[in-house]
Every structure is written in structure tokens, then in C-alpha cells.
């Protein structure tokens, strides 16, 4: 169905105490072709209508209503199992906004925005189109249809294959860096994301085999990369677990396969995801800073998602700091989002590191973290992963560009 048809048949209620907040809304949604508006004053007569079985696909809701709240609007929607998508309004501080919309997700509800008043029709136009883009259950991944034969088997006869992610310098859109991203080639699942097997290997003690497989593989093919039109300065990264710094020789053992294929260890850079508490800090110092020593950058992924940033920053020599997607993604529309990033790029700027964006997708994520000074942008906008092959066709297709 064509997007105008579904805004012509999209069921909207607006629950809201301010009469000209309805009258501009229904302007708005009638310049877009939706029709079907309700208001509602009350948020007790709203959540009736749900519980009474009238079936609305969005519903707007004010934070601060005299009778009922738009805190206890949610709650009620959740008990109802809504399974509509909302949008939050308010005048209210955006953090206040942000937390409310983080309880509605919480509470299993979709949430397109969570928007200081006035809304515009240029945002309102986004998150319609946003309610009727194709998404993916959010269904948290499992692994445990998935053996430890299976990943064994999967490691040693390499159907475990690295995939590659550009990385453009903000600055002149030339390609920087690539980051090494794992994906099992599945003969009946398809292209399996690493969410739904690295947990199993961690646990199981297998996380080093896919490691070394990854370097064993990644290596050869980056040197060939790095011939590709001169990208002799060409970069690359590739994940490494915490669980693995506990192996006293691993950067002799990274060290001997970058000699191996005749690869810089300036070249490399190895990403640890900030979101896994490192357990013994004795010998995972001794490791980092061996690899330092060595010439390896050091990268900290998902920063100010997980545990005691700043703690590690100040114990890590970390060379790369990577500003996590959930606010490169939020930024453009969203304060707090912009603060965060604003603030991790002068730290990093601080301690001479380096900034890669993190799920840059659209122009305005480009615009927003190219000005508040980012080093580099990774996201969809510039590529998805790509196997080896068709990343040799990407690099052929930009540097033509």
C-alpha cells in the first residue's frame, strides 16, 4: 500500500488538556492526509476508549494532564497491551521526556519520539514515516537453539567470516578505516549476527578460536585492501572480548600474525565493547598496555552505555573512542543526546583520541556529529557490512565517486 493510503486510513488519539495543541495537531495531520483524529482532554476518558476496545495505531499524549498523567496514561496502555506506537509531548524538560519514553519502552510499548512542544510538521512528517517502515521484532537474540558442536564446527571449517564496515573521515569522505565484524554463514539460518553466538562462545571458552580465526582471516584480506588504489594508510579494526586479555601472550600472538602478512601494528586497532566489566584488572593492564607498547591501537566501543566510563579511561590508554548509535541516531532531535556526544568528543579531544560516530544513517546524523567535530562516520549512511568481495566492489564504486 502506498504511504499516502496508510496516513489516509492511520487511526490517531490525541489526548491533550490544551484545546489549541488539538486544533494545531488535526492541521497538521490533515495537511499529511490523515483523517481519522480523536481527541481527548482527559486522560481517564482516553484510557477508557482502549480498555472499551477502540483500536487507534498512534496515540499522542501529553505529559502533565489535570485528572491522569501521561506517566499513568502508559501504565494503563501497557496493562491494556497496547500494541500501537505512541508519541510523547510536552513542554517539559527533554530528560524528563527521555526517561518517560525509556519506562514506555520498559513497559513494552513503542514509543516514534519523545518532542518538546510545539511539534512541527516537518518531525511529525518523520515519525509517521517512521511508524510504517518495515522493522524487525525487537526480540532479544537466543542462542539457545544453537550447540557448541555447531559453533565449533562453525569455527575450525571458517563459516565464521569477518564482514566489513567503512569508516569515511568526516572531513574529506575518504575512506580511513574498516571494522572487522563476525557473521556465521548459516546453511539454513542465513547470515547469523554475532549477538547470537559470541555469548555462547564466551561462556563456552571459545571466544579465543573465533578471535584468531577472525585475525587468521581478516588479515590476508586487509593487506589486500590496503593495495586497493593506494590505500596504503588504510586502517582496520576488529572486536576483541575482554574474556580474551586474560591470555598473558596475546599481543605477542597478534603481533607475530600482523609480521605474518607484513601488516604495520599501527594499522590495527583493537575495539573492546565498554558495556563488559573487566573482571582482573592485574592482567588485563599488563595485556593493554603490552599492545600499546607494540604500536596497537585501542579502541573503547559503546562508550557511556556500560560500566564506569570515566574509571576506565583514566586506568585504559585508549587511543579511539566510539560514540555509540542510540545517540548518534537521537541527536539531531533530541538535547541530551547532543550534550552526550558534545561532551565525549572534547574528553577525547582532551586525551588526544580519536572519535568514530557510531550508526550514521541519515544526512542530518552526518551534519550533526561532522560539527560537533567527530573523526569518523560508520553507519548505513556510508555502508552496511559487506562480505570481502562485494567490500572490494564498494571500494572500486567510492573511489570512482
Same mark, same amino acid.
Given at each position: 500500500?502506498?504511504?499516502?493510503n ?5 487511526n490517531?488519539?490525541v489526548i491533550?488538556?490544551d ?13 499529511l492526509?490523515?483523517?481519522?483524529i ?5 486522560g ?6 482502549v480498555?472499551? #476496545?477502540?483500536?487507534?495505531e ?9 485528572d491522569?498523567?501521561?506517566v499513568e496514561?502508559?501504565?494503563?496502555l ?6 500501537g &506506537?505512541?508519541?510523547l509531548?510536552?513542554g517539559?524538560?527533554?530528560r ?5 519514553a525509556?519506562l514506555? #519502552? ?11 512542544k510545539p ?11 517512521q511508524l510504517?517502515e518495515?522493522t ?17 564446527d562453525a569455527? &575450525? ?7 566489513y ?5 568526516f572531513?574529506?569522505k ?9 557473521r556465521w554463514v548459516?546453511?539454513?539460518?542465513g547470515?547469523?549476527?554475532p ?10 571458552g571459545?571466544?579465543d ?6 585475525f ?7 593487506k589486500?585492501?590496503?593495495s586497493?588504489?593506494g590505500h596504503?594508510d ?6 576483541l ?8 601472550d596475546?599481543?605477542?600472538?597478534i603481533?607475530?600474525l600482523?609480521k605474518?602478512?607484513g ?9 573492546l565493547?565498554?558495556?563488559?566489566l573487566?573482571q ?6 599488563d595485556?593493554?598496555?603490552?599492545l ?13 552505555? #556500560?560500566?564506569s ?11 579511539e ?16 543526546s547532543k550534550?552526550i556526544?558534545?561532551?565525549s568528543?572534547s574528553?577525547a579531544?582532551?586525551?588526544n ?12 546524523? !552526518? ?14 549512511l ?5 562480505p ?5 566492489? !564498494?571500494?572500486?564504486?567510492h573511489?570512482t565517486r
Amino acid at each position: 500500500m502506498a504511504l499516502k493510503n496508510q496516513f489516509e486510513t492511520l487511526n490517531v488519539l490525541v489526548i491533550d488538556d490544551d484545546d489549541f495543541v488539538h486544533d494545531m495537531l488535526i492541521h497538521e495531520f490533515n495537511q499529511l492526509g490523515v483523517k481519522n483524529i480523536q481527541v481527548e482532554a482527559s486522560g481517564v476518558n482516553a484510557v477508557k476508549r482502549v480498555q472499551n #476496545g477502540e483500536c487507534f495505531e498512534l496515540i499522542i499524549i501529553d505529559l502533565i494532564m489535570p485528572d491522569m498523567d501521561g506517566v499513568e496514561v502508559l501504565r494503563h496502555l501497557s496493562e491494556y497491551q497496547f500494541n500501537g &506506537a505512541v508519541i510523547l509531548l510536552s513542554g517539559q524538560d527533554q530528560r524528563v521526556l527521555d526517561t518517560t519514553a525509556a519506562l514506555a #519502552g520498559a513497559q513494552h510499548i513503542r514509543v516514534l519520539g519523545a518532542i518538546p512542544k510545539p511539534i512541527t510538521i516537518d518531525i511529525l512528517t518523520q515519525k509517521l514515516n517512521q511508524l510504517f517502515e518495515e522493522t524487525t521484532p525487537n526480540i532479544p537474540p537466543s542462542n539457545d537453539d544453537i550447540s557448541l558442536e555447531e559453533l565449533k564446527d562453525a569455527i &575450525a571449517n571458517d563459516k565464521i567470516v569477518p564482514f566489513y564496515q567503512p569508516q569515511l573521515a568526516f572531513s574529506t569522505k575518504r575512506l580511513k578505516s574498516v571494522e572487522v565484524l563476525a557473521r556465521w554463514v548459516h546453511p539454513t539460518r542465513g547470515i547469523v549476527s554475532p549477538a547470537s553466538f559470541i555469548a555462547l562462545a564466551e561462556e563456552t571458552g571459545m571466544i579465543d578460536a573465533v578471535t584468531r580465526s577472525m585475525f587468521r582471516q581478516a588479515l590476508p584480506q586487509f593487506k589486500e585492501l590496503s593495495s586497493i588504489h593506494g590505500h596504503s594508510d588504510l586502517h582496520i579494526s576488529i572486536n576483541l572480548s575482554t574474556d580474551s586479555l586474560c591470555a598473558i601472550d596475546l599481543p605477542e600472538q597478534i603481533e607475530d600474525l600482523a609480521k605474518m602478512h607484513g601488516i604495520c601494528c599501527n594499522n590495527i586497532t583493537l575495539e573492546l565493547t565498554e558495556s563488559r566489566l573487566i573482571q582482573n584488572l592485574v592482567s588485563t593492564l599488563d595485556v593493554l598496555l603490552r599492545l600499546r607498547l607494540k604500536g596497537f591501537g585501542l579502541s573503547i566501543d559503546d562508550f557511556g552505555t #556500560g560500566y564506569s566510563s570515566f574509571e576506565q579511561l583514566k586506568k585504559i590508554p585508549f587511543t579511539e573512542l566510539k560514540v555509540d548509535r542510540q545517540f548518534v541516531s537521537d541527536a539531531t532531535n533530541n538535547k541530551t543526546s547532543k550534550a552526550i556526544i558534545e561532551s565525549s568528543v572534547s574528553l577525547a579531544k582532551t586525551l588526544n583520541m580519536q572519535v568514530v560516530a557510531e550508526g550514521v544513517e541519515t544526512n542530518a546524523d !552526518w551534519e550533526l556529529a561532522k560539527n560537533l567535530q567527530c573523526d569518523l562516520a560508520q553507519g548505513y549512511l556510508v555502508s552496511k557490512p559487506l562480505p570481502f568481495r562485494d567490500f572490494v566492489h !564498494w571500494i572500486d564504486e567510492h573511489t570512482t565517486r
